[in-house]
């Protein structure tokens, strides 16, 4: 299984990037995808998660209204779309999978793969 995050960038405080993350090497859509993120200093947290099976995306208090998370079966791409971004959202973004559907999904510990961060900065 592999994981490739990407589309990271330096954007300025009310704009918009996009997420993707490429998933292969999964045998079945039973598994789910969560975006996390580490800002300089800071533990990971959880950001959003969606599940390849179910329609049930969820979401950080601090994405809420703003992040959108969205797949792509036929491709097994999972994007996440950050609108009115501000400074405070400038991190490392990581996607990660999890066999089945986590229980906790904004938990790092529910995941077993994780690719490689992308860097979003936020900043005028």
């Known amino acids: 299984v592999q994981l490739q995050a990407s589309g990271g960038g330096l954007v300025q405080p009310g704009g918009s990037l996009r997420l993707p993350c490429a998933a292969s090497?999964?045998?079945?859509?039973?598994?789910?995808i969560g975006w996390f993120r580490q800002a300089p200093g800071k533990e990971r947290e959880g950001v959003s998660y969606?599940?390849?099976?179910?329609?049930?995306?969820y979401y950080a208090d601090s994405a809420k209204g703003r992040f959108t998370i969205a797949r792509d079966n036929a491709k097994n791409m999972v994007y996440l779309q950050m609108n009115r971004l501000k400074p405070e959202d400038t991190a490392i973004y990581y996607c990660?999978?999890?066999?089945?559907?986590?229980?906790?999904?904004?938990?790092?510990?529910?995941?077993?793969?994780w690719g490689q961060g992308t860097k979003v900065t936020v900043s005028s």
């Open positions: 090497g999964f045998t079945s859509d039973d598994y789910g």
């Open positions: 969606i599940s390849m099976r179910y329609d049930s995306p």
């Open positions: 990660a999978a999890a066999w089945g559907s986590p229980r906790w999904v904004l938990q790092r510990d529910e995941y077993e793969f």
